[in-house]
């Protein structure tokens, strides 16, 4: 909410969500109405699935490269630093910028 009260007033409000929860999603969604949460939902509902086969599949690992894409051109990015996506995102960022902790904060 902090990053939106410095945007320019009528900015909507977009969220890329790269979750593998899909309940996730859902309660996003209904706790925060004023928000647009943008999701792959085949991602999300493939890397749910429990079995070690769908796990290591092609499709899961284009859906987490394009989640790093997707997370690397937002202009703010929260997540959890014992996510291994969230720390490769954090690190790529560090290589791009000097401060890095003005665009990413740590849900930990």
Known sequence: ERYYDNKKKGVEKRVYLATDEPAVVTDLRNKYPDYT??????TVTAASDASFASR?????HVGIITDIQLLLSCEFVVCTLSSNICRLVYEVQSSKMWNV???????D
Do not use: M, R, V
């Open 101 to 107: 902790s003005e665009t990413f904060h740590s849900a």
């Open 56 to 60: 290591y599949s092609a499709d899961i």
């Open 37 to 42: 949460f943008l999701t792959d939902s085949a």
